[in-house]
């Protein structure tokens, strides 16, 4: 107890200046091993309207919104933010696609030769003044080589497009979004520099404008308040008087958002949260750390909840059926996937909320293993379920039994290629749903460095929306699309440096991906129709080099 009291003293910016526990985290930081590590500046606020190393990308359920965390990674400043910009704006910005004339408005062209299909951007122009970039810009060769996209940046800083920014702690490592029961969400952001949860509320029916869109109580100053930072208080602890422990990494919650899960990636240990929504003001409350996990733990990915599960959720009386959520933990060089439950305070016999390790499986693909990232796909499932009529219990629990799909991207340890790792759970013929054990079956090659993996749709050639598997690769600069049914990678798409995050806005065949190394996000086509499908079709920011970057 008292080494890690220690141990989170350096990270308290109550005990330390913000400099010394910015020295510390950097000295923590495994990737200073890539890229230059400068001495923080302790005094320069941040630009808040400023793409700055972005790690995390977040979209409304709507698909209206997206939200951008920012880690100031090298730095330069003594804090990072989150940004919540109009998607829809921006969407009105992206380039339409034209096959002729008639698919553009009054007074303007489509940019192809006539009886040709490959010449021409086959983008709508001004017939008066065709300009494909539409005042952009055309970039160089050279700025493309960097930069992919054939037009310049559109200025993110653009009040119409930027609608909020709030400050945070640096070294912001994810972002994830769960909607309110009433109305509105909530975004979770883990801060490695003052070991912190972050949660920041998004008011219901906000509009542009309003000043309403981030609400963490900075009021009419720029940074969220401490009631916002979980584990900033040096006196909060979970029941049994556990504090949270230092290097917050990856964050996941359960599909209500009542149940958070943290990892930290030094310590071997997990920490729960429990979120109330009944009372929006307390905000997630530590309540369990998990710890003999050993290694070092990175991602955590939810097991989907069995419609049948979620029938048996009633808020008080027995269940008949034993199920409690799920997470999956992965590894930086371990081939160990546990399996933790959340046992809520019903299931719990202290009534205090849990987690519990209840299975281990191992990646026998691969001899080694650095799992960045994990999704998974219970579409089948559903589908199923769907089918059953209300209540049907008998019929969700043959649904249950459908296996999930599970897609893990592991990055090259000595020497062994990227891949992209494919398999399932296991069902079991029993009168319970499926035990959520994973089964690894193929592997993909993928280029170097795989980092995110998310789920998302396309739209194919017949403008029918496919499921697609879509991977970043840090070191590689792409975006790998992968097919899961012709089992094939369909497209690689070139990025500008070093892809983290990437978010799927699957109602408009859009993805965005945020550019780490040169601090901007980029939106990808993924309308099959078009000619520009998996290319980068627009650039939110103006991408700029970190210091000490010579090209």
């Known amino acids: 107890?008292?080494?890690?009291?220690?141990?989170?003293?350096?990270?308290?910016?109550?005990?330390?200046?913000?400099?010394?526990?910015?020295?510390?985290?950097?000295?923590?930081?495994?990737?200073?091993?890539?890229?230059?590590?400068?001495?923080?500046?302790?005094?320069?606020?941040?630009?808040?309207?400023?793409?700055?190393?972005?790690?995390?990308?977040?979209?409304?359920?709507?698909?209206?919104?997206?939200?951008?965390?920012?880690?100031?990674?090298?730095?330069?400043?003594?804090?990072?933010?989150?940004?919540?910009?109009?998607?829809?704006?921006?969407?009105?910005?992206?380039?339409?696609?034209?096959?002729?004339?008639?698919?553009?408005?009054?007074?303007?062209?489509?940019?192809?030769?006539?009886?040709?299909?490959?010449?021409?951007?086959?983008?709508?122009?001004?017939?008066?003044?065709?300009?494909?970039?539409?005042?952009?810009?055309?970039?160089?060769?050279?700025?493309?080589?960097?930069?992919?996209?054939?037009?310049?940046?559109v200025d993110n800083r653009n009040p119409e497009l930027l609608l909020a920014s709030v400050g945070i702690g640096?070294?912001?490592?994810?972002?994830?979004?769960?909607?309110?029961?009433?109305?509105?969400?909530?975004?979770?952001?883990?801060?490695?520099?003052?070991?912190?949860?972050?949660?920041?509320?998004?008011?219901?029916?906000?509009?542009?404008?309003?000043?309403?869109?981030?609400?963490?109580?900075?009021?009419?100053?720029?940074?969220?308040?401490?009631?916002?930072?979980?584990?900033?208080?040096?006196?909060?602890?979970?029941?049994?008087?556990?504090?949270?422990?230092?290097?917050?990494?990856?964050?996941?919650?359960?599909?209500?958002?009542?149940?958070?899960?943290?990892?930290?990636?030094?310590?071997?240990?997990?920490?729960?949260?429990i979120n109330d929504w009944q009372d929006p003001g307390a905000g997630p409350q530590l309540s369990y750390v998990l710890d003999g996990l050993g290694g070092r733990p990175l991602h955590v990915s939810p097991v989907p909840v069995p419609a049948l599960a979620q029938l048996d959720r009633a808020p008080d009386g027995p269940r008949a059926l034993n199920y409690q959520p799920g997470f999956w933990v992965t590894f930086r060089g371990a081939s160990a996937i546990p399996l933790l439950r959340y046992f809520d305070a019903i299931d719990s016999p202290s009534g205090q909320p849990f987690l519990s390790i209840v299975g281990l499986d191992r990646l026998f693909t691969t001899i080694t293993a650095d799992v960045r990232g994990m999704a998974s796909d219970d579409s089948e499932r559903r589908a199923c379920e769907a089918a059953c009529g209300s209540g049907d219990s008998a019929c969700l629990a043959e649904c249950a039994r459908v296996p999930v799909r599970v897609y893990l991207s592991n990055r090259s340890i000595e020497g062994e290629p990227g891949s992209l790792l494919i398999g399932s759970t296991t069902s079991t013929r029993i009168a319970d749903p499926a035990n959520d054990r994973l089964q690894i079956s193929d592997l993909v090659a993928v280029d170097e460095g795989p980092s995110r993996v998310v789920l998302g749709q396309i739209l194919d050639r017949d403008g029918q929306p496919r499921r697609r598997v879509f991977v970043t690769s840090f070191d590689a600069n792409t975006l790998s699309i992968y097919d899961p049914e012709a089992r094939v990678i369909e497209a690689r798409v070139p990025t500008g440096r070093g892809p983290t995050a990437v978010v799927v806005d699957d109602a408009r065949a859009l993805a965005y991906v945020a550019h780490f190394t040169d601090s901007y996000v980029g939106v990808v086509d993924l309308d099959a129709r078009r000619s520009s499908f998996g290319t980068l079709i627009l650039t939110l920011g103006y991408p700029t080099a970190p210091r000490g970057d010579e090209r």
């Open 170 to 273: 640096a070294f912001a490592t994810d972002l994830i979004y769960r909607p309110s029961p009433a109305g509105g969400g909530r975004l979770l952001v883990p801060v490695r520099s003052d070991a912190t949860l972050h949660w920041i509320d998004v008011p219901a029916g906000t509009l542009p404008g309003s000043g309403a869109e981030l609400d963490c109580g900075q009021g009419s100053g720029r940074d969220c308040d401490e009631n916002h930072r979980r584990g900033d208080d040096r006196d909060e602890r979970t029941p049994d008087g556990v504090e949270l422990p230092i290097e917050p990494f990856a964050v996941a919650a359960s599909a209500d958002g009542q149940a958070i899960v943290v990892s930290h990636q030094t310590e071997g240990q997990i920490s729960l949260f």
């Open 1 to 153: 107890m008292l080494r890690e009291r220690l141990k989170k003293s350096f990270f308290s910016h109550r005990s330390f200046p913000r400099n010394v526990q910015r020295q510390v985290a950097l000295a923590a930081l495994a990737t200073c091993a890539s890229l230059s590590c400068y001495k923080p500046d302790d005094g320069r606020e941040p630009p808040l309207d400023r793409i700055y190393f972005p790690t995390g990308l977040a979209l409304s359920p709507d698909g209206d919104r997206l939200y951008v965390a920012n880690s100031d990674w090298d730095l330069q400043f003594n804090a990072g933010s989150v940004q919540a910009y109009d998607a829809a704006r921006l969407r009105e910005l992206l380039p339409r696609a034209c096959n002729g004339d008639a698919d553009c408005g009054a007074g303007e062209l489509c940019d192809v030769a006539p009886g040709e299909r490959t010449s021409g951007t086959r983008w709508c122009v001004d017939a008066s003044a065709p300009d494909v970039c539409r005042g952009l810009g055309v970039q160089s060769a050279g700025q493309r080589a960097l930069q992919p996209g054939l037009c310049g940046p």
